[in-house]
């Protein structure tokens, strides 16, 4: 258990970790806002299946927020079932909204993920690249940027934007 603890210091010592620990953190409000939904569904879904289910499964609403969960994650362990044709509905309903609401709000955490992972990406390059050109000028530095400019003027011409300048600085 201890090794694990290691694993997560060297976690935060890598560029992808840190970015994930600070959107984690950025994002605080987004989760909690996805967990609340994730207990209202659980509440809403388990109390609709209970009442469904009486007469053919009877067990207790905690084990029903059990199913909600685990069926709105779409995890689906199969130990607790549905057995009425209106539970199967619920059950489609339940496992409906649990995507939705995971294909809603994970996206803005990954969009912000990735827009921090790309900017750190570009400015550790940028400072790389300026450490390299101030060290040392040589001719091969030189044509690999010249290189990396008429690449990127390129893409811009080929976008239908002839007008642009890309300046070296």
């Known amino acids: 258990m201890l090794r694990a603890f290691r694993l997560l210091r060297i976690v935060s010592n890598v560029r992808a970790g840190r970015v994930?620990?600070?959107?984690?953190?950025?994002?605080?409000?987004?989760?909690?806002?996805?967990?609340?939904?994730?207990?209202?569904?659980?509440?809403?879904f388990a109390s609709i299946v209970f009442i469904a289910e009486r007469n053919d499964n009877a067990r207790s609403i905690p084990q029903w927020w059990y199913w909600s969960v685990i069926?709105?994650?779409?995890?689906?362990?199969?130990?607790?079932?549905?057995?009425?044709?209106?539970?199967?509905?619920?059950?489609c309903l339940c496992a409906l909204s649990g995507v939705?609401?995971?294909?809603?709000?994970?996206?803005?955490?990954?969009?912000?993920?990735?827009?921090?992972?790309n900017y750190v990406g570009s400015s550790t390059h940028k400072r790389t690249n300026n450490a390299e050109t101030e060290g040392s000028n040589t001719d091969q530095h030189d044509s690999s940027i010249k290189t990396d400019f008429k690449?990127?003027?390129?893409?811009?011409?080929?976008?239908?934007?002839?007008n642009a300048i890309i300046s070296p600085v």
């Open 151 to 162: 690449s990127m003027n390129h893409a811009l011409e080929t976008k239908g934007n002839e």
């Open 100 to 117: 939705l609401m995971f294909a809603l709000t994970v996206p803005l955490f990954a969009n912000h993920f990735l827009t921090l992972y």
């Open 20 to 44: 994930l620990m600070y959107t984690v953190k950025a994002n605080g409000k987004d989760l909690i806002i996805l967990a609340l939904f994730l207990l209202a569904g659980m509440c809403t």
């Open 71 to 91: 069926t709105m994650t779409t995890v689906g362990y199969g130990d607790i079932t549905v057995k009425t044709d209106v539970g199967r509905f619920i059950a």
